[in-house]
């Protein structure tokens, strides 16, 4: 069964980069033709989606987000990353990895999620 | 980007009772829609894929169906555990979510 953990620092402050780790066991993140994915959560509101990383090296990315997001892998750590610049207080979200394992889009596996405040 | 529209955003309901959610597209997704049942403080859990393909483990009193640009997804007897907030999204381009259904004891 595979797991995802979400791990970052829960403060940022205004204008600097995020940067989130999802860290995967019992599985590998080269394998398959899943996508790994970024979703994220302002506390009381819906979700969002990030952006996805693909076992084949490819990246999509929310239009909203593209111009400061970035999302890269480690296969030597099983890890993917998240990083997100000029954060503002509307970034201050619970942010989860997610993976896509079939053909439908659908995220059938989550991280736990980890909180993320935007505040000086 | 495909919107997607999810209603009521509310409901009251009794243990026992049949619910129904439904999620409209703002353009053709064919059968690309998910469903996910998030309680607080958890992340979500994907109930139904496809539109209509129940995850595994999912209790079969979910189901889903539709296609095109308009979904339902039903509990044929709400369990004490559904409470909770349901949310659709379409995997036929840029993924998208709806707004949420958050489904509370009557």
């Known amino acids: 069964q595979v797991q995802l953990q979400e791990s970052g620092p829960g403060l940022v402050k205004p204008s600097q980069t995020l940067s989130l780790t999802c860290t995967v066991s019992s599985g590998s993140i080269s394998s398959g033709r899943y996508s790994w994915n970024w979703i994220r959560q302002p506390a009381g509101k819906g979700l969002e989606w990030i952006g996805r990383f693909y076992a084949s090296g490819s990246t999509n990315y929310n239009p909203s987000l593209k111009s400061r997001l970035t999302i890269s892998v480690d296969t030597s750590k099983n890890q993917f990353s998240l990083q997100l610049s000029s954060m503002t207080a509307a970034d201050t979200a619970v942010y989860y990895c997610a993976i896509d394992r079939g053909r439908w889009g659908a995220f059938d596996t989550w991280g736990q999620g980890t909180m993320v405040t935007v505040s000086s | 980007d495909i919107q997607m529209t999810q209603s009521p955003s509310s409901l009251s309901a009794s243990v026992g009772d049949r619910v129904t959610i439904t999620c409209r597209a703002s353009q053709n997704i064919n059968n690309f829609l998910n469903w996910y049942q998030q309680k607080p403080g958890k992340a979500p859990k994907l109930l139904i894929y496809?539109?209509?393909s129940l995850q595994s483990g999912v209790p079969s009193r979910f189901s889903g169906s539709g296609s095109g640009t308009d979904f339902t997804l039903t509990i044929s007897s709400l369990q004490p555990e559904d409470f909770a907030t349901y949310y659709c999204q379409q995997s036929y381009s840029t993924p998208f979510f709806g707004g949420g259904t958050k489904v509370e004891i009557k």
């Open positions: 496809a539109a209509s």
